[in-house]
């Protein structure tokens, strides 16, 4: 019994987030949770338009399947994501909508340490580099009356660096496929007040020099805000809102993990998931095509994975193709 115990405390102490640490034993996805909040469904004017977001996630706390703290086992868990983020929107529409592929090219920062009480075992890792590229060819967005709505395929392509065993990794090893939607409602006529959800499905590869296959993962992403003018002729505008997340592993993982030497089969390790709740505020400069934005989660309930806050902020830009017509004089 204590055997198992210390085993099964070695194994979610090798918990992964997001790809960015190397100790794998629970597979988790390739989302990020943070990506949207406030505006999910909205699209950006026609041209090209460049978003840089800045994540960074940090936890002391490491839970078990049944939501508790796993006792006997202290250390940190953090990383941070640069995002550099690349739209097009073509000024022809497609099927009622607008066409919006867009490429993420990320740079990841991360560290784990992990000691474990009672025993001379710790685990840590942590490597720094250019993460896995995420594309979206597919996507699609419309404006209708009272909704922006955006559905679209992405993959997600392994080029960050990736070697079995290694602790220096930043990249997660494997392809995914995304199928995602984005909707913003708008709750007023005068598109003051919304409502936001934004959702991901993941379907995995199997992990390079490996037979492990992670499982599918599903994550939503919501937000309910106000704008409020921070000028009388509206060319300045702040958002704020209440956004948050929640992401659950929705199939099992495949494969053989070998932890201490033990193979141990992946459909045995339990599902994870995470709860989070938090704030958002965005700046906008409407006529300048220009926003700037901050959040901040805080995770209140998780399964067979790390408990911990998530803060993100950064800014979008569009240069528009065509470029306006100026305003005639009356």
């Known amino acids: 019994m204590r055997f198992r115990i210390k085993l099964e405390m070695i194994v979610f102490a090798c918990m992964l987030l997001g790809g960015t640490s190397s100790a794998l034993a629970q597979q988790k996805g390739q989302w990020v949770p943070g990506q949207f909040g406030l505006n999910a469904g909205t699209i950006p004017d026609p041209g090209v338009t460049y978003a840089n977001l800045a994540l960074n996630y940090s936890s002391s706390q490491l839970n078990g399947p049944n939501g508790n703290s796993v006792p006997g086992i202290n250390g940190t868990y953090s990383f941070w994501v640069d995002e550099n983020i690349f739209y097009y929107v073509p000024k022809h529409k497609f099927f009622g909508g607008y066409f919006m592929p867009y490429i993420v090219l990320p740079y990841a920062n991360g560290e784990l340490v992990a000691n474990i009480t009672g025993t001379n075992l710790s685990t840590g890792g942590g490597g720094s580099g250019f993460a896995d590229m995420y594309v979206q060819p597919l996507n699609l967005g419309w404006h209708l009356k009272r909704a922006d709505v955006t559905v679209g395929y992405a993959f997600t392509a392994p080029t960050?660096?990736?070697?079995?065993?290694?602790?220096?990794?930043?990249?997660?090893?494997?392809?995914?496929?995304?199928?995602?939607?984005?909707?913003?409602?708008?709750?007023?006529?005068?598109?003051?007040?919304?409502?936001?959800?934004?959702?991901?499905?993941?379907?995995?590869?199997?992990?390079?020099?490996?037979?492990?296959?992670?499982g599918q993962a599903f994550t939503m992403e919501w937000g309910v805000g106000q704008i409020l003018p921070l000028k009388k002729d509206f060319s300045r505008l702040l958002q704020l809102g209440l956004v948050g997340y929640d992401q659950w592993q929705v199939s099992h993982s495949s494969g053989t993990l070998l932890v201490a030497g033990l193979p141990i089969p992946e459909s045995s390790i339990p599902f994870y998931s995470v709860h989070a709740i938090g704030v958002q505020s965005n700046f906008i400069l409407p006529a300048k095509d220009f926003a700037a934005f901050f959040k901040y989660y805080d995770e209140f309930h998780a399964l067979a994975r790390p408990q911990g806050r998530t803060i993100v902020f950064g800014f979008s830009w569009t240069l528009r193709i065509p470029k306006p017509e100026p305003a005639k004089p009356f």
């Open 160 to 214: 960050g660096r990736f070697t079995a065993g290694a602790s220096n990794n930043v990249g997660s090893g494997y392809w995914g496929n995304n199928i995602t939607s984005g909707t913003t409602f708008y709750i007023t006529k005068n598109k003051g007040t919304s409502a936001n959800l934004a959702t991901d499905w993941e379907i995995h590869g199997q992990k390079s020099g490996t037979n492990i296959t992670p």
